[in-house]
């Protein structure tokens, strides 16, 4: 129990800078080390109807009461940080421009990219689909850019299998932040001490389309990206 304590605290002090692991975008006959730190995404845990003024921010959009929970992954499904703060309507890109990751990441911290479903906005350090590949190598980066990101939604299904309280919190919003973070701490302990975890299929995605446009720069990195499979 003592080591187990001593995990808890070290980890949790570290969550949220935690960017060392890095992910990699894998081709279909070799791989390379593209420096892809991490996968981003965010999932909703349903909460009991809060109380307010402000119950109406907690509807997402599929008209339930949620909180927005945004987790970044490594190729372990490691959470490597969690923002849980946000309501359920709030939309994933506006959870992620108001991280304190974002802002480290714009200004250069950390060397590499994250991985983002279609929803962000393509940039300098976070990496997005092509809504529409022509080439082979367009077609061969959104391949890899799927299997590569895929850890983040596997991490996810870990999670709501580990901890059956992930599918219906019956508490405050503020008190389901609390838990999710503690239950992302477990789960990582858990990874770290490679136990057995349930075998689940990736949670599945909803149709999350961007706000926010894609900056210029961003393409032409994605485009470096994207010369690796030519």
Request: glycine share 6%; charged share 20%.
């Amino acid at each position: 129990m003592c080591f187990i304590k001593e995990d808890f605290y070290k980890i949790a002090g570290n969550m949220n800078y935690r960017l060392q692991k890095c992910v990699t975008l894998q081709q279909s006959q070799d791989t390379q080390d593209t420096h892809v730190i991490g996968a981003l995404d965010c999932t909703q845990i349903r909460i009991k109807r809060p109380s307010g003024a402000h119950e109406g921010d907690c509807v997402n959009r599929k008209s339930f009461h949620s909180i927005s929970v945004q987790m970044i992954s490594d190729a372990a499904c490691i959470i490597n940080n969690v923002e849980a703060k946000w309501p359920g309507s709030v939309h994933d890109s506006r959870v992620f421009r108001s991280n304190t990751i974002s802002q480290r990441l714009s200004q250069g911290e950390f060397s590499g990219v994250l991985l983002g479903d279609k929803g962000y906005a393509c940039e300098t350090y976070l990496l997005t689909p092509l809504a529409d590949p022509q080439t082979a190598a367009q077609q061969g980066y959104n391949l890899a850019h799927t299997r590569t990101r895929a850890r983040i939604e596997m991490g996810f299904g870990l999670l709501k299998s580990l901890f059956q309280c992930f599918h219906h919190m019956r508490v405050t919003p503020d008190r389901a932040c609390d838990i999710t973070v503690a239950c992302t701490v477990l789960h990582n302990i858990a990874c770290l001490r490679k136990e057995r975890g349930p075998a689940v299929a990736p949670e599945i995605e909803w149709d999350n389309a961007a706000i926010f446009p894609d900056d210029i720069n961003g393409r032409l990195v994605r485009d470096q990206y994207i010369n690796y499979f030519r």
